[in-house]
């Protein structure tokens, strides 16, 4: 037989204690959801982000997809104006080296002239012909400077003939070098005056100018005269030149 009485005051006993059983299960349901609803709030932050950055990642793409293809474009371009400039400078290169040849035998022409002129200022002249090479041996030679300097340089050698010089120069008379006295008439023949007061003039003998000493005391009496003339300024007014016997103009002709 039941006892009644104790069952119901044992379920009444434990009526608070299931109530608070209840009440612990709602309190975790709440936490739990609100635990939920922050990692969801987290989650949608973080999808948002990435989408942020998915999106910046793409627009990065297709800025580096244009910059890539202004590159390369750039390049195209860069290589065609170098094929250009490859393809000029090799036509002012040829064009330099079909007028170069001209211009080199023009100057040996006139250095030729030089040597077999009359041996006065040779070494400079000479010097001034080496100056006007050289500046055609560079890759882009001024051709039309270099002429302009070569035919001012004949005006000035032919410009010689015309005109009395007095100056100094090394010499050679025989076989001793030194410094001298010359005293140019023309391009026709040169006094020598050595600082030991001894004569001599220039002589063509049909292959090359030479420097003979004057032997002849009344010869060498007429060419002090003319240094000293030359010397006070008095001009030689119309007078015979004493001239070396069986001169030859270049080329043999006497």
Known sequence: MLHWPRIVASLLLCLPLAAQAAGTTDEAVVALRVEVERLAGELAQVRAEQTEQLAALRAERVELARALRAARSRNAQLRELQAQDAARDEAEITAAARGRAPALAAIAAVREHVRASLPFARADREAELDRIEASLQVSEPDLGRAMQRLWRFVEQDLALAGEIELGQQV????????????????????????????????????????????????????????????????????????LPRETLQPGGTP
Do not use: K, S
Not at 176 to 203: H, K, N, P, S
Not at 205 to 231: K, Q, S
């Open 171 to 242: 010499v050679t008379t025989a076989g001793d070098e030194q410094l001298a006295e010359v005293l140019r008439i023309g391009m026709a023949v040169m006094y020598v005056r050595t600082q030991a007061g001894a004569v001599a003039w220039t002589r063509h003998d049909g292959t090359t100018w030479r420097i003979e000493p004057i032997d002849d005391p009344a010869m060498a009496r007429e060419v002090l005269a003319l240094f000293d003339a030359y010397h006070d300024n008095r001009g030689f007014g119309p007078a015979v030149l004493p």
